[in-house]
């Protein structure tokens, strides 16, 4: 979160991993040195693309590509390989920034570089685990830099035999778990020739199906009294299918009044500083808004731990409004059934819990803040260099880093000490959690950002006690969906993807054994900024409107489709109320009349 107009933009850029052995050193690839144009290629439509006579490595062309706008000018193929199986990945490249990489089957590993005007190679190194059958390989650029060359791309080792026989169909389909609003299905494992299942898809009186990785799905969004039928089949890595089990019934409860849970807005106020968007008296906060978030608690130095709540001055903020107005003022909003919390961090409230110590003194001074003001709760939202892990620290469910074990303890404290009403919400931004599924960390050759997917192991430790998680889906580089693909804030698609992240899990840095699960529906918000004005990715209120029908409805989608319907998606959020004022209360007021339509339908 910003206090002033600020882009953050996230980038993480790993460096080449060690290099193994290939089982054996021959080229699979196709056309590597582009000497029959872009045969066997697939590149970005809408990149400039080509090859090129001059400047060439070897032979008679070579690849020239030119990012434009957020396309990376991406070209790939994909290749059949054997599981278990190392092999070798080179390129020699010239001109821009150049990555070079390989995803697929619990395979992502990548390496740059800027290699200006002579050639140099680049080399990584890959071994597949035992279910995987495929890769895709791909070169592309950066956005915002110019023309790249690639030449002579090798994948040193054996092709593999394509696998075309299914698993086997999944047993023993039972369909209960039944509330007014959801059912869920689950299944014996099926197994597969190949080693594992990649997946299970789950139809729905014959709709779309979805894809999960393990064997139960619990269906959202549903109308009380109301049967609904089940089938599911399973699918390996290599794409193969198993036929569908027999549909299975069961019948949601009936509802007291049906419709899904209200939708709520998040929403953060500025009550410690002031910008260009204006001062608001907390009792002037429209109705519309569900959460009301101070901005700021921040430390008193970056590992102190000691956080204070300073309400903004009258010099800084005219018509500030007294304490016991402010404390009067936060009563009344609790009175008409909205949650008041305290923000932790921002752009520039470091915190950085080194120490016991300052795990310590964080829970005293936090708690502090919550009784001086009656607060509901905690929202964390650490930004910048306040999470990291430590080389070695790869296991999302048990942490080693100081700083994401002493948070980890230090909110659990808190949680224990204020019950099961204590509201716990946080707000990270992409490159701490999403970011997630390329880079955990500083990797295993220590050139990654140790910030890369941070967030994550803190999620997951407090998954049970969380209420809202709305990551920030601005100030952010492009981020890889779990389509592989890059998408770029400011339309539907983004939020589309990075919630889908959210909803049906995935593997961290590609490892299929170090998984971070679904959070449930309705633990997840949409971050948006409020206006133009808040920050860099805003998004209109039609394509806001667009990525939640997608998400919530199944409806609407645009380029990139969810793994589900999430018809219990909470709401969104927005930086910030201040600033939708500013811009004439258009996010709140559009936004509020778009999510009770969905609440009462």
């Known amino acids: 979160m910003n206090r002033s107009v600020a882009i953050v933009a996230a980038a993480a850029l790993a460096g080449a991993a060690l290099i193994a052995r290939p089982a054996a050193a021959a080229n699979i690839l196709t056309n590597p040195g582009f000497e029959s144009g872009l045969s066997g290629w697939t590149c970005s439509t809408t990149a400039s693309a080509q090859a090129v006579s001059s400047p060439v490595h070897g032979g008679t062309k070579a690849l020239q590509a030119t990012p434009a706008g957020s396309d990376f000018a991406r070209c790939q193929q994909t290749l059949t390989v054997k599981p278990s199986t190392a092999y070798q990945l080179s390129a020699w490249v010239q001109g821009n920034y150049v990555f070079l990489g390989a995803t697929g089957g619990g395979v992502n590993v990548s390496t740059w570089g800027a290699p200006g ?15 995987t059958t495929s890769v895709t390989v791909y070169v592309n650029g950066w956005y915002g830099q110019g023309a790249y060359y690639a030449d002579d791309v090798n994948l040193d080792g054996p092709g ?44 729905r009186d014959g709709g779309t199906p979805v894809a999960v990785t393990g064997t139960g799905f619990t269906a959202t969004g549903l109308t009380p009294s109301t049967t609904y ?49 204006g001062y608001i008296r907390m009792a ?23 956080i204070r709540f300073n309400r903004c001055p009258a010099s800084e903020c005219p018509g500030v409004e007294s304490d016991a107005d402010f404390l009067a003022a936060i009563k009344a909003k609790q009175a008409q059934g909205k949650k008041v919390l305290i923000s932790i961090g921002g752009q520039d409230g470091q915190v950085q819990l080194t120490t016991t110590a300052a795990r310590d003194k964080f829970v005293e001074s936090v708690g502090a803040v919550i009784d001086r003001w009656g607060l509901d709760g905690l929202d964390v939202d650490f930004e910048g260099h306040s999470l990291y892990l430590n080389q070695g620290d790869t296991n999302v469910n048990n942490p080693t880093t100081p700083v994401v074990v002493n948070l980890i303890s230090a909110l659990k404290t808190l949680k224990a000490r204020y019950g099961a009403k204590f509201v716990l919400t946080m707000a990270p931004e992409t490159f701490f959690v999403q970011l997630g599924y390329q880079f955990y960390g500083p990797g295993p050759n220590g050139a990654a950002d ?47 993807a990075m919630t889908d992240m959210l909803l049906t899990g995935f593997p961290i840095a590609g490892n299929t054994a170090n998984l971070f699960p679904a959070l449930n529906p309705d633990q997840v918000a949409i971050g948006l900024p409020a206006s133009p004005n808040a920050g860099n990715g805003f998004t209109t209120v039609a394509e806001v409107q667009k990525a939640f029908d997608c998400l919530a409805k199944g409806t609407n989608c645009g380029g990139y489709r969810p793994h589900g319907v999430f018809g219990g998606l909470k709401g969104l959020m927005a930086w910030s109320i201040n600033w939708d004022r500013f811009n004439g209360l258009e996010f709140s007021r559009s936004h509020r009349a778009y999510l009770n339509g969905l609440s009462s339908s």
Not at 117 to 131: E, H
Not at 458 to 475: E, F, G, K, M, S
Request: hydrophobic share 30%.
């Open 117 to 131: 005007s002579q050639w140099s190679q680049l080399k990584t190194s890959f071994t597949t685990d035992a279910s």
């Open 160 to 203: 593999g035999t394509p696998d075309t026989e299914p698993p086997t169909v999944p047993g023993n389909l039972t369909v209960g778990g039944a509330t007014s609003t959801s059912l869920t299905a689950s299944w014996s494992a099926s197994t597969d020739n190949s080693g594992s299942v990649a997946r299970y898809e789950v139809s």
């Open 229 to 277: 039928r089940f089938k599911v089949r399973a699918c390996d890595g290599s794409g193969n299918c198993s036929p569908y089990t027999g549909e299975v019934g069961g019948t949601t409860t009936a509802g007291g009044g049906g419709g899904t849970p209200k939708k709520v807005l998040v929403g953060y106020l500025h009550a410690s500083f002031a910008n260009g968007s």
């Open 284 to 306: 002037d906060v429209p109705a519309e808004w569900d959460y009301i978030d101070l901005a700021f608690g921040e430390p008193t130095s970056v590992t102190s731990g000691d």
């Open 450 to 496: 140790p910030r890369s997917g941070s967030y994550l192991p803190v999620i997951q430790a407090l998954r049970n006690d969380l209420t809202l998680l709305h990551v920030q889906d601005y100030n952010s580089g492009p981020i890889t969906g779990l389509d592989n693909q890059y998408h770029t804030m400011g339309g539907a698609d983004f939020h589309v």
